[in-house]
């Protein structure tokens, strides 16, 4: 290849040596992957946060914290996470108060550990695929560096063979190597930006979820103090 050849995406791939060509299809895979995961985390978030917002608007507006409950069970699974962690605390609260449990403290406590409970689970299934972002992320760079690395190493031996060394001899070896490093970038920066974007919106939904935990708390030690009323 010549610097007067068409020098073209594919015929760089294609000229590659086998390993910068492991190296991108690597780099491709993980690409892939983690554009998969861009999208079913935003749809999954998307959703999250719709469902939080219609359960505290439902939550707040109704006193009838018996009936919100049927309904949560009665939806099959199909409630959100906050939905989820309600549902938790007042089971184990209508189990503590079926038992004769008087002590409010006691109630409240079995509450709070039922709620984290469901709490942790639900946040694991929120950040779930977010620390592989991450890793192509920080490792994408570096696995491109290599490929890009190996192939000028390769480019500047093939000139042990030339008798004279001119731009044409190198300049397509070169190329075919930096190929690797905008590979290895485009995996890396998309991945980067939904991972922070995600993490924020989790952290965000995750004071949401915990600030519900703590009124709700609040609320049902009053009941088991006072059973009429919210």
């Known amino acids: 290849m010549s610097v007067t050849t068409d020098i073209s995406l594919i015929s760089l791939i294609i000229g590659a040596s086998v390993l910068v060509q492991i190296v991108m299809g690597l780099l491709l895979l993980v ?6 995961y861009i999208f079913s985390k935003m749809v999954t978030l998307q959703k999250a ?13 109704s006193s009838d914290l018996q009936s919100l409950y049927l309904r949560a069970t009665a939806n099959n699974g199909q409630t959100g996470s906050l939905e989820h962690i309600f549902e938790s605390g007042y089971r184990e609260f209508q189990r503590h108060r079926s038992s004769g449990t ?24 929120l950040e779930s695929h977010l ?25 500047f031996r093939s000139l042990t063979n030339v ?4 731009l044409s ?9 930096l190929v690797t490093t905008a590979m290895g970038l485009f995996a890396a920066i998309p991945a980067v930006v939904a991972y ?11 004071i949401r979820f915990e600030s519900f935990m703590e ?11 006072f059973p009429l009323g919210r």
């Open 102 to 125: 008087q002590d409010s403290t006691a109630v409240t406590s079995g509450v709070q550990r039922a709620m984290k409970a469901t709490y942790q689970r639900e946040m694991d299934a």
């Open 169 to 177: 001899n190198v300049a397509p070896g070169i190329a075919e190597a």
């Open 131 to 155: 620390a592989f972002l991450a890793t192509v992320g920080s490792v994408s760079p570096y696995v491109g560096l290599f490929g890009t690395v190996w192939g000028i190493m390769n480019a």
């Open 196 to 206: 922070n974007r995600y993490a924020n919106e989790i952290d965000r939904l995750s």
């Open 49 to 61: 946060k719709r469902q939080t917002a219609q359960f505290e608007d439902g939550f707040w507006n």
């Open 215 to 225: 009124e709700f708390s609040n609320i049902l030690q009053r009941q088991a103090r």
């Open 163 to 166: 008798g004279q060394a001119t």
């Open 31 to 36: 690409s892939l992957m983690s554009w998969a």
